[in-house]
């Protein structure tokens, strides 16, 4: 019997050899891809082993980390003034994941970045736990509070975006209502997924996890008559501010028999672009939509950011200038109406392109990412985006924006001791303009030695005040002034 | 001239020829590493989860070390001349599987399971019934060929032992597989792990019988013996019996490793090829027929077949779909080579048997693949150093009990060690030693005792031939 009880033992020894042979298949070739699955609870268990990095302005942390006290996610995400640093931060929660600036350097603030691979072996060889980098932004602490503070006391659905016009910086970038994305950043059933479920738009109509500063778009309305403008002087088709327009009123569109009518009974007939801008008149503006075209249009609009996304990191939604239209479109257009739609981000680049003498930066709000230890690991550049005005034509606007705010609709941001170029914009929307509408203002400040510190742009949708109170001069002037303010009197 | 006065000594040595060493010392200085791997281990574990060494390591220790003392005494005793190795490994085992249940006992996770309670105690305390059993078989069964008096009895307890699980009030079901039985007071059993041996001795028996009928009396067709009718007798009825097993208790394990044992010690017994194929083709189409109907086998088939799918559907609440595997796969991948080390991994993720049919995943994850391979060896050491044991038995009842013992063994270790991997569908086994229960520790114990008594046996030396006094007078008595 011992022939085959040979060859029973090698059978034996095939059962162990074929066990062998998977489990080198599992455990060597196919480990790397299991161990990083993302069902695989340890890669959750793991992210949030160590603190995570923090994310900081004007260098003071805005968040932080505990020890949760259950569950096998050992630190929690904490943020101070949560409510007003969400729109920058966005949040990061064990049960949902995370968002905006807190997702996209996830690699640096849970230290798993190539970049600090070095950093994280060192810390292995002398058995320090591995610790995440941090995230240095471009915000401005004081501007920030002015701006939400400005929109809650509003109390209506807002956004503030304040630009560093000569880099891109954001400064400010406020969005009301908001959240604390503190309620959530655990992953307990009873407390963070109630909080969570309370803050989806589909339970609060608000919708206080929008970021408005970045992902809304707004119908313009008479701000965008900037933009015209600009087309207007980098076409030609006007060469001062001062000079006569031809421009009819009554102003019937192209093509209809409809009539373009001006708010109230201003006067607008043949006014030259400074008094056009300053009383806001439409006729003047739509009929120079109409006069240079679609395509020069849209190519002023592109240039000053439209119909592109912008990464700040975060995702801006793109702003809307319409590609397709006849040209009584074309004139509505113009004046920021019809479908015409813009970010506050989108307006305040307007703003900061015009203050910097015609030089558009492209925005940001990470300016550092740092290794735990504080050492950089990536600082990013300033850099040009697109000249969408010859600093001449530039100069021209900024004196036209200036004499809105001297003696026009934007008295109400006026700085002492410092020259303020801005314009109001009242933007109806809903089916025939039923909605209330929307007070936008955008502004920028020039200090006496010429430099512009800041550019912003305010937003604010009252649903509760009476139509007609509605003007960006009265709602959002005052908050564009007190950012503007808090930025001038931080850089002092 | 030196060398030729020497060489008498070689060739008067003819009795030291016939007695090999006894190696109990060898035996004894294994089991020192046996029982101190363990102790460290269990120190590393304390270390990484609570920082500090763990109150128990004395006494964990001295139980272990008494434990291995007791059954090294009882082979030195009454088994003198047995294989040197079985006894160690066993123990390494064992210790090992203790570690690490007390290592899934400190999960949290486990804790705040429902129906939670400390494993370690109680496997300690099986631990050392399973000494016992090992030490009574040493006792008490002198001589292994006593067990093929009770061949018959052996089968009607055999089937008793797997019909148990099926009576009502018995049985229980525990999340689909039928092979419990509760006995109030004393917990669960498994009656199918005792069963194993039981039916080994009953093959043993049976085939030692009749071999020759099944080995002769055949046909040769395509190159392959082909038995008469009748001969195909026993080997449809075990064949029957484990499709009923799979049917009713819906345990392809347990219907797979007695199948295999029977097929294996046919074999053996009649060395005929033919018994194989015609073994793996009624397993084939026995295994593809239930599990193409039987929904429990079907669903572990499906969920073998698509671990991700299973979890998937068990995370979205659907009724009997289990995430266990996928969990098992992710804990092996996640150890990687070298392994979290022990208490560091998160296999308790796997949650309900953790400790007990998906062990070896916390073995993957914390040791790694060394730790794996390491393991895996040391069940192909028992298993080689059992056919070792058939090889040398003299005997061949012997011969087919250490068979068919050593491959039941090495069968089970595939099919859990398989399942738990991905390698095979999923079955509802223990890992022999390690994983927690009381019956499979019991169970191994007893087939280890098993082994080191033929071991013994085949080992001893001859008696000395006893100079016959009436040698001489030794006549050929011619029919006159």
Redesign the interface.
């Given at each position: 019997?011992?022939?085959?009880?040979?060859?029973?033992?090698i059978?034996?020894?095939l059962?162990?050899l074929?066990?062998?042979i998977?489990?080198?298949y599992?455990?060597?070739l196919?480990?790397?891809?299991?161990?990083t699955?993302k069902?695989?609870?340890?890669v959750s268990?793991e992210r949030y082993a160590n603190p995570r990095g923090d994310i900081i302005v004007d260098g003071n942390p805005i968040t932080g980390s505990v020890v949760s006290k259950s569950g096998?996610f050992k630190y929690k995400r904490t943020y101070k003034d949560g409510a007003m640093w969400s729109p920058v931060t966005g949040y990061s929660s064990q049960a949902f994941g995370a968002s905006q600036l807190e997702s996209i350097e996830d690699g640096i603030l849970t230290g798993n970045d190539d970049r600090l691979f070095f950093r994280n072996t060192l810390d292995m060889i002398t058995g320090k736990p591995k610790l995440g980098g941090n995230v240095v932004t471009t915000l401005n602490a004081a501007a920030q509070k002015a701006a939400f503070s400005g929109l809650k006391a509003q109390g209506g659905k807002g956004a503030v975006v304040a630009l560093e016009p000569s880099t891109g910086k954001i400064l400010a970038l406020a969005s009301y209502p908001s959240y604390d994305p503190s309620s959530f950043a655990g992953n307990s059933t009873g407390t963070d997924s109630k909080n969570w479920n309370k803050l989806q738009k589909k339970n609060d109509p608000s919708d206080p996890m929008l970021n408005r500063a970045l992902r809304e778009t707004y119908p313009p309305g008479s701000t965008f008559k900037l933009v015209t403008a600009a087309a207007a002087l980098e076409n030609g088709l006007y060469k001062s501010a001062d000079e006569a327009t031809d421009s009819p009123q009554p102003y019937t569109l192209p093509d209809t028999t409809r009539e373009l009518k001006n708010e109230g009974s201003i006067q607008c007939k043949n006014v030259p672009l400074r008094e056009a801008l300053r009383i806001s008149c439409n006729t003047v503006f739509g009929h120079i939509g109409a006069q240079l075209g679609k395509d020069k249009m849209l190519a002023e609009a592109e240039k000053f950011g439209f119909n592109a996304e912008q990464f700040t990191p975060v995702r801006s939604s793109a702003s809307v200038f319409p590609k397709e239209m006849d040209r009584p479109q074309t004139a509505l257009s113009s004046i920021g109406q019809f479908d015409t739609a813009a970010t506050p981000l989108q307006m305040a680049m307007v703003a900061s392109a015009v203050a910097d003498d015609g030089k558009l930066m492209k925005p940001y709000m990470v300016d550092e990412l740092q290794s735990s230890n504080l050492d950089p690991v990536e600082k990013t550049q300033p850099q040009e985006m697109s000249r969408p005005l010859s600093p001449a034509n530039a100069q021209v606007l900024q004196s036209m924006m200036e004499t809105v705010v001297k003696q026009g609709t934007g008295t109400k941001a006026q700085i002492p001791g410092v020259t303020v170029g801005g314009k109001t914009g009242t933007a109806q929307h809903g089916v025939a303009n039923s909605a209330n509408p929307y007070a936008w203002f955008v502004s920028y400040a020039k200090l006496p030695d010429g430099s512009s510190p800041v550019a912003v742009a305010v937003v604010i949708e009252d649903e509760s005040a009476n139509r007609d109170d509605i003007s960006g001069g009265g709602l959002a002037a005052p908050i564009a002034k007190n950012v503007m303010e808090a930025v001038i009197q931080s850089k002092k | 001239m030196s060398s030729t006065t020497n060489s008498p000594t070689h060739h008067t040595s003819t009795i030291g020829a016939i007695g090999a060493p006894s190696r109990r010392n060898t035996e004894l200085a294994l089991l020192v590493f046996a029982v101190a791997i363990p102790v460290f281990a269990y120190a590393n574990v304390g270390l990484a989860i609570n920082n500090s060494v763990p109150a128990g390591l004395l006494s964990y220790g001295l139980g272990l070390g008494l434990l291995a003392g007791v059954a090294h005494l009882a082979v030195r005793k009454f088994a003198p001349y047995a294989d040197p190795l079985l006894l160690p490994l066993a123990t390494l085992l064992n210790g090992l599987g203790l570690v690490v249940i007390w290592r899934l006992d400190q999960s949290?996770?486990l804790q705040s399971l429902p129906h939670f309670a400390a494993a370690a105690p109680r496997q300690l305390l099986y631990s050392a019934l399973g000494i016992g059993m090992f030490a009574a078989v040493l006792i008490f069964l002198k001589d292994h060929r006593v067990l093929q008096r009770y061949t018959y009895i052996s089968m009607f307890s055999a089937l008793v032992l797997l019909i148990l699980p099926l009576v009502p009030g018995l049985g229980a079901n525990i999340y689909g597989a039928k092979i419990w039985i509760n006995i109030p007071g004393l917990g669960s059993l498994q009656p199918g792990e005792f069963a194993k041996i039981v039916l080994a001795i009953f093959f043993a028996g049976y085939l030692m019988v009749k071999r020759d009928a099944l080995a002769l009396a055949s046909r040769r067709f395509m190159g392959l013996y082909l038995p008469r009718g009748r001969d195909l007798g026993p080997i449809l009825v075990v064949w029957a019996i484990s499709i009923l097993i799979l049917v009713f208790e819906t345990d392809l394990g347990t219907s797979l490793l007695f199948f295999g044992m029977f097929v294996?010690m046919l074999?053996?017994?009649t060395?005929r090829t033919s018994w194989i194929v015609f073994g793996l083709l009624m397993s084939a189409v026995g295994a593809v027929g239930v599990a193409s109907f039987e929904p429990h086998v079907k669903s572990r088939v499906a969920s073998w077949l698509d671990p991700?799918k299973e979890?998937t559907l068990s995370r979205q609440g659907v009724a009997g779909h289990s995430e266990q595997l996928?969990q098992a796969?992710?804990a092996?991948?996640?150890?990687?080579?070298l392994g979290t080390g022990l208490g560091q991994g998160?296999s308790d993720?796997i949650r309900f048997a953790a400790n007990s049919d998906f062990i070896l995943a916390t073995f993957?994850e914390e040791l790694?693949?060394a730790g794996?391979?390491a393991i895996?060896?040391i069940?192909?050491l028992i298993?080689?150093r059992g056919?070792?044991t058939?090889?040398a038995a003299r005997d061949?009842f012997g011969?087919?009990l250490a068979?068919g013992l050593?491959?039941a063994f090495?069968?089970q270790?595939?099919v859990v060690?398989?399942g738990v991997?991905?390698?095979i569908p999923l079955t509802g086994m223990t890992m022999p030693f390690v994983a927690y229960g009381g019956s499979s520790v019991l169970a191994n114990w007893a087939l280890i005792g098993i082994l080191i008594r033929i071991s013994d046996t085949a080992r001893r030396p001859a008696p000395a031939p006893a100079t016959n006094p009436d040698a001489e007078m030794t006549q050929v008595v011619r029919p006159s």
């Amino acid at each position: 019997m011992n022939k085959p009880l040979r060859r029973i033992a090698i059978f034996c020894g095939l059962l162990i050899l074929a066990l062998l042979i998977r489990d080198n298949y599992l455990q060597y070739l196919k480990a790397d891809q299991l161990a990083t699955e993302k069902d695989n609870r340890r890669v959750s268990i793991e992210r949030y082993a160590n603190p995570r990095g923090d994310i900081i302005v004007d260098g003071n942390p805005i968040t932080g980390s505990v020890v949760s006290k259950s569950g096998d996610f050992k630190y929690k995400r904490t943020y101070k003034d949560g409510a007003m640093w969400s729109p920058v931060t966005g949040y990061s929660s064990q049960a949902f994941g995370a968002s905006q600036l807190e997702s996209i350097e996830d690699g640096i603030l849970t230290g798993n970045d190539d970049r600090l691979f070095f950093r994280n072996t060192l810390d292995m060889i002398t058995g320090k736990p591995k610790l995440g980098g941090n995230v240095v932004t471009t915000l401005n602490a004081a501007a920030q509070k002015a701006a939400f503070s400005g929109l809650k006391a509003q109390g209506g659905k807002g956004a503030v975006v304040a630009l560093e016009p000569s880099t891109g910086k954001i400064l400010a970038l406020a969005s009301y209502p908001s959240y604390d994305p503190s309620s959530f950043a655990g992953n307990s059933t009873g407390t963070d997924s109630k909080n969570w479920n309370k803050l989806q738009k589909k339970n609060d109509p608000s919708d206080p996890m929008l970021n408005r500063a970045l992902r809304e778009t707004y119908p313009p309305g008479s701000t965008f008559k900037l933009v015209t403008a600009a087309a207007a002087l980098e076409n030609g088709l006007y060469k001062s501010a001062d000079e006569a327009t031809d421009s009819p009123q009554p102003y019937t569109l192209p093509d209809t028999t409809r009539e373009l009518k001006n708010e109230g009974s201003i006067q607008c007939k043949n006014v030259p672009l400074r008094e056009a801008l300053r009383i806001s008149c439409n006729t003047v503006f739509g009929h120079i939509g109409a006069q240079l075209g679609k395509d020069k249009m849209l190519a002023e609009a592109e240039k000053f950011g439209f119909n592109a996304e912008q990464f700040t990191p975060v995702r801006s939604s793109a702003s809307v200038f319409p590609k397709e239209m006849d040209r009584p479109q074309t004139a509505l257009s113009s004046i920021g109406q019809f479908d015409t739609a813009a970010t506050p981000l989108q307006m305040a680049m307007v703003a900061s392109a015009v203050a910097d003498d015609g030089k558009l930066m492209k925005p940001y709000m990470v300016d550092e990412l740092q290794s735990s230890n504080l050492d950089p690991v990536e600082k990013t550049q300033p850099q040009e985006m697109s000249r969408p005005l010859s600093p001449a034509n530039a100069q021209v606007l900024q004196s036209m924006m200036e004499t809105v705010v001297k003696q026009g609709t934007g008295t109400k941001a006026q700085i002492p001791g410092v020259t303020v170029g801005g314009k109001t914009g009242t933007a109806q929307h809903g089916v025939a303009n039923s909605a209330n509408p929307y007070a936008w203002f955008v502004s920028y400040a020039k200090l006496p030695d010429g430099s512009s510190p800041v550019a912003v742009a305010v937003v604010i949708e009252d649903e509760s005040a009476n139509r007609d109170d509605i003007s960006g001069g009265g709602l959002a002037a005052p908050i564009a002034k007190n950012v503007m303010e808090a930025v001038i009197q931080s850089k002092k | 001239m030196s060398s030729t006065t020497n060489s008498p000594t070689h060739h008067t040595s003819t009795i030291g020829a016939i007695g090999a060493p006894s190696r109990r010392n060898t035996e004894l200085a294994l089991l020192v590493f046996a029982v101190a791997i363990p102790v460290f281990a269990y120190a590393n574990v304390g270390l990484a989860i609570n920082n500090s060494v763990p109150a128990g390591l004395l006494s964990y220790g001295l139980g272990l070390g008494l434990l291995a003392g007791v059954a090294h005494l009882a082979v030195r005793k009454f088994a003198p001349y047995a294989d040197p190795l079985l006894l160690p490994l066993a123990t390494l085992l064992n210790g090992l599987g203790l570690v690490v249940i007390w290592r899934l006992d400190q999960s949290k996770l486990l804790q705040s399971l429902p129906h939670f309670a400390a494993a370690a105690p109680r496997q300690l305390l099986y631990s050392a019934l399973g000494i016992g059993m090992f030490a009574a078989v040493l006792i008490f069964l002198k001589d292994h060929r006593v067990l093929q008096r009770y061949t018959y009895i052996s089968m009607f307890s055999a089937l008793v032992l797997l019909i148990l699980p099926l009576v009502p009030g018995l049985g229980a079901n525990i999340y689909g597989a039928k092979i419990w039985i509760n006995i109030p007071g004393l917990g669960s059993l498994q009656p199918g792990e005792f069963a194993k041996i039981v039916l080994a001795i009953f093959f043993a028996g049976y085939l030692m019988v009749k071999r020759d009928a099944l080995a002769l009396a055949s046909r040769r067709f395509m190159g392959l013996y082909l038995p008469r009718g009748r001969d195909l007798g026993p080997i449809l009825v075990v064949w029957a019996i484990s499709i009923l097993i799979l049917v009713f208790e819906t345990d392809l394990g347990t219907s797979l490793l007695f199948f295999g044992m029977f097929v294996i010690m046919l074999y053996v017994a009649t060395e005929r090829t033919s018994w194989i194929v015609f073994g793996l083709l009624m397993s084939a189409v026995g295994a593809v027929g239930v599990a193409s109907f039987e929904p429990h086998v079907k669903s572990r088939v499906a969920s073998w077949l698509d671990p991700m799918k299973e979890f998937t559907l068990s995370r979205q609440g659907v009724a009997g779909h289990s995430e266990q595997l996928q969990q098992a796969l992710w804990a092996f991948g996640s150890g990687g080579t070298l392994g979290t080390g022990l208490g560091q991994g998160h296999s308790d993720l796997i949650r309900f048997a953790a400790n007990s049919d998906f062990i070896l995943a916390t073995f993957g994850e914390e040791l790694g693949l060394a730790g794996i391979m390491a393991i895996l060896l040391i069940y192909g050491l028992i298993v080689e150093r059992g056919v070792r044991t058939a090889l040398a038995a003299r005997d061949p009842f012997g011969k087919l009990l250490a068979v068919g013992l050593s491959g039941a063994f090495a069968l089970q270790v595939f099919v859990v060690a398989g399942g738990v991997m991905g390698l095979i569908p999923l079955t509802g086994m223990t890992m022999p030693f390690v994983a927690y229960g009381g019956s499979s520790v019991l169970a191994n114990w007893a087939l280890i005792g098993i082994l080191i008594r033929i071991s013994d046996t085949a080992r001893r030396p001859a008696p000395a031939p006893a100079t016959n006094p009436d040698a001489e007078m030794t006549q050929v008595v011619r029919p006159s």
